[in-house]
T-cell receptor
Framework: NAGVTQTPKFRVLKTGQSMTLLCAQDMNHEYMYWYRQDPGMGLRLIHY???????AKGEVPDGYNVSRLKKQNFLLGLESAAPSQTSVYFC??????????FGQGTRLTVV | DQQVKQNSPSLSVQEGRISILNCDYT??????FLWYKKYPAEGPTFLISISSIKDKNEDGRFTVFLNKSAKHLSLHIVPSQPGDSAVYFC?????????????FGRGTQLTVWP
């Protein structure tokens, strides 16, 4: 099993460009999450989903959109990238209220 | 407003000694707590968890203690090994208005020296 796979692993964007980060899980998990990790700030929740077709805002949703059209995929979109969105992004999935499994991360730099 | 707090950004311990990492939470709806370990350039990996119906859970060298009245949990690592050097995150989840969310603290960098 691949677990949680994030694509791409690295990306450099120019301010104002758009991009989509893809998260795929093969564990049939209901819950999926997008976090960002910044120095000294821990893991902050951007958006999450409790099932196919559902999405909800987390702690820092501004500037991001998400979609969960298929149960196994959770997409994170940046419509107009800003330097403040330079970060490491982690996707995670959970079956229910148990442990979450994380992807390897996407390092995004916005210049 | 942080609902899960790790007030010690770093901890340094000698190999073979006990490491104690602390975590506080504010939301009474939390009923399930987890610890994650993270190495540089990798995703966090699950370490150990505890439900609010227990006050202790052990797994090998790792033990998590939960004090519900104080809204405090701690992770004990005995004995500490150099390979334990990593960032440790405390996380919490629950029902009600928190259903579906998984909240994390800011992490504690543990360094185990020989």
């Amino acid at each position: 099993n691949a677990g949680v796979t994030q694509t791409p692993k690295f990306r450099v964007l120019k301010t104002g460009q758009s991009m989509t980060l893809l998260c795929a899980q093969d564990m049939n998990h209901e819950y999926m999450y997008w976090y960002r990790q910044d120095p000294g700030m821990g893991l902050r929740l951007i958006h999450y989903s409790v099932g196919e077709g559902t999405t909800a805002k987390g702690e820092v949703p501004d500037g991001y959109n998400v979609s969960r059209l298929k149960k196994q995929n959770f997409l994170l979109g940046l419509e107009s990238a800003a330097p403040s969105q330079t970060s490491v992004y982690f996707c995670a999935s959970r079956l229910d209220r148990g442990k979450a499994f994380f992807g390897q991360g996407t390092r995004l730099t916005v210049v | 407003d942080q609902q899960v707090k790790q007030n010690s950004p770093s901890l340094s311990v000698q190999e073979g000694r006990i490491s104690i990492l602390n975590c506080d939470y504010t939301n009474s709806m939390f009923d399930y707590f987890l610890w994650y370990k993270k190495y540089p350039a990798e995703g966090p990996t699950f370490l150990i968890s505890i439900s609010s119906i227990k006050d202790k859970n052990e797994d090998g060298r790792f033990t998590v203690f939960l004090n519900k009245s104080a809204k405090h949990l701690s992770l004990h690592i005995v004995p500490s090994q150099p390979g334990d050097s990593a960032v440790y995150f405390c996380a919490a989840s629950g029902g009600g208005s928190t259903l579906g969310r998984l909240y994390f603290g800011r992490g504690t960098q543990l360094t185990v020296w020989p």
